[in-house]
Nanobody, 122 residues
Framework: QVRVTESGGGLVQAGDSLRLSCKAS????????IGWFRQSPGAEREFVAA???????YYADRVKGRFTISGDNWKNTADLQMNSLKPEDTALYFC????????????????WGQGTQVTVSA
């Protein structure tokens, strides 16, 4: 089994930055990939960013240029640096893990954290 844990959410103002951290532990391997998703009330869970075990990164169009994902494959960690935050970025942010290549849809991830709330005020 794999356990995924997020941290770093909070309340910030528009234009501020915030950094989320994710750690996967348990039966991870050297080919374990991590993705970040978010979900607002009444909305579907949407892809934000992901990093593959080999370092390849993927971003949703709406966060490109503002968010940066980075990871340590040996430690199975992945941070999400969020800059120039907007009120529409407000959501519950989830970290997820899967074996092999990173994916951009929630259904492809097998292990999920509990989520960390990010609230951006105008």
């Amino acid at each position: 089994q794999v356990r995924v844990t997020e941290s770093g959410g909070g309340l910030v103002q528009a234009g501020d930055s915030l950094r989320l951290s994710c750690k996967a532990s348990g039966r991870t391997t050297s080919t374990f990939s991590i993705g970040w998703f978010r979900q607002s009330p009444g909305a579907e869970r949407e892809f934000v960013a992901a990093i593959s075990w080999n370092g390849s990164t993927y971003y949703a169009d709406r966060v490109k240029g503002r968010f940066t994902i980075s990871g340590d494959n040996w430690k199975n960690t992945a941070d999400l640096q969020m800059n120039s935050l907007k009120p529409e970025d407000t959501a519950l942010y989830f970290c997820a893990g899967r074996y092999l290549k990173a994916a951009t849809t929630a259904q492809e991830y097998d292990f999920w954290g509990q989520g960390t709330q990010v609230t951006v005020s105008a």
